[in-house]
């Protein structure tokens, strides 16, 4: 394989090489215009695929998983038809230069790229993209501004260190499912993300945020989870606007002296908080006719509990410990 030069398959449709631990370079020179998916992975001294990548028009599908030493893919420029993008474990690449509109790009991950420390704004022209994932990018400091991504259902964003700000103003109106994982420098989320279709919103391990501001507009949030965000000292009042809320779990935020209060959260079902010491007390004064389980477990600050609990017919499990 080595000392082949070129691939000449004008009806190849699909490639997958994997685990060719002496595969320098993949020869593609533009004589596979039929391609639809490429698969490489596990090929360790791969550098360099060849620029005839690029005339592969009709691909759909690039998969580019755990061979180190490529630090450089071609240009995508063209890609029309491109709709699933993955790259993962390219600990050589530092900037994803990709200048072409990949206009019907609905699924991008980037996975384990340690070095990679810029993402060009062309990516995320795509007004078809639904998934986003942005994983253990350690040296990642910056996401572009999703302006154009009408179409974004899902974006998560783990592990990536260095990220400060997640400054997204453009209206992601479509968003349904927000994580963010493991960003231990993460001060301030944009408002851009809270928008009225967000369902499921999930905050782990950012220590540095210290307020978590939710704009009016989460109107169909349904779950919000807090988990482990050690400076976090104040959840907005936005979130009473919340009517469609129904799991709300806290967790492990030592900082957080209150919430918004309860009242109107006609739809709740389930309120789990553990070990937020700071928290004294807990906000139920309206009706929370849904509730179905509340589990308060070592706050061991807390001191009294809304009346409004008592409106809670529907509560089959109730549980209170401050240890």
Known sequence: MAATETFMFPCLEELDICDCPFLKKVPLTGQCSSLKKLHISKCKTLSKIRDGLSTSIYLKELDLKDC????????LEGFSSLQNLSIESYKELEVLHITGGCSSLEKLSILGCESLSKIEDELFSSTCLKELYLCHCSNLSSVPDLVECF????????????????????????LEKLNIFGCEKLNKIGDGLFTSSLQNLSIDSCNELEVLSLPGRCSSLEKLSIFGCEKLSKIGDELSTCACLKELGLYNCPNLSSIPNLEGFFSLQSLLINRCNELEVLPITGRCSSIEKLRISSCKNISKIGDGLSTSTCLKELYISLF
């Open 68 to 75: 180190p030493n490529l630090s450089w893919i071609p240009d």
């Open 151 to 174: 179409s974004l259902k899902i974006l998560s964003i783990n592990s990536c260190k260095e990220l400060e700000v997640l400054s997204i103003t453009g209206r992601c109106s479509s």
